[in-house]
């Protein structure tokens, strides 16, 4: 595939590994410069050293209402103009089990990250893309976000709102120059599951346990895609699903 308009930049949360990281490897193949963002620097530096000086890191956590409020003036050098912004911060840990057996603490703060972090770096870097007018901001939902499922319940919560914020984001941003896309994946075999059950035996008895699971590769070639399209097209859901 070949994205047009390469040399834009592009922040991306939750970059430290599985679907964000190989959506940094798909933007910098295309000559896209990337932020690579998430709390922790150490696996963001193995991701520069391998990708180069098209990727920058920041240490960034979604929850830190300080640190996302000062998000554009906080950009590395040359890297502070946002074109393309890709919400992918979000976990679960916790989760798969009935809403009684979590506790409220537990739950909110998947919320926290999955919604309100969510709405706090758009928020911090919309700003821009309205001054110049043009911008693609790409939040990564989930199919749990149409279909909830059992032991799921504030995971189900944090996608439905996420699948809300973009359709009325796209609403209020019409005419705007600023495209608002959501891709809503199926099952992808990450690390997400281990961060979910808190074991890597089980998160492999999980994946395991589907006929098919995406891989984080596929989740990026459909961000790719959606910023692929002329100015004038805006993608405004993709449902990508593996074939078992």
């Keep these: 595939m070949t994205i047009e308009n390469g040399g834009k930049t592009a922040l991306v949360t939750g970059a ?91 739950w909110c703060d998947i919320i926290e990250t999955n919604v309100q972090g969510m709405i706090r770096v758009t928020h911090a870097l919309v ?53 608002v896309t959501e891709i809503m994946p199926g099952l992808v075999r990450t690390g997400f599951a281990e961060q979910r059950l808190g074991d890597a035996a089980r998160a492999q008895a999980f994946y395991d346990s589907f006929d098919a699971c995406l891989r984080p590769e596929d989740v990026a070639e459909t961000v790719c895609f959606a910023i692929a399209q002329p100015r004038h097209v805006e993608i405004s859901q993709l449902v990508v699903l593996p074939v078992a």
């Design 127 to 179: 700003g821009g893309m309205l001054q110049r007018g043009h911008g693609h901001i790409i939040n990564l939902g989930s199919i749990a976000g149409l279909k909830p499922y059992a032991s799921g319940s504030a995971y189900v919560a944090s996608k439905y709102a996420v699948h809300g914020f973009s359709e009325a984001l796209r609403l209020d941003y019409a005419g705007k120059g600023i495209r």
């Design 16 to 106: 430290s590994g599985g679907i964000g990281g190989a959506i940094c490897r798909q933007l910098v193949r295309h000559d896209y410069r990337v932020v690579a963002a998430a709390r922790g620097l150490d696996r963001l530096e193995a991701l520069a050293a391998e990708l180069g000086p098209n990727l920058r890191t920041l240490a960034l956590d979604v929850n830190d209402r300080a640190a996302t409020a000062k998000l554009a003036s906080s950009l590395p050098a040359g890297f502070g103009r946002i074109d393309i912004l890709i919400n992918n911060a979000g976990h679960d840990s916790g989760g798969r089990r009935r809403f009684d057996e979590g506790s409220a603490e537990q």
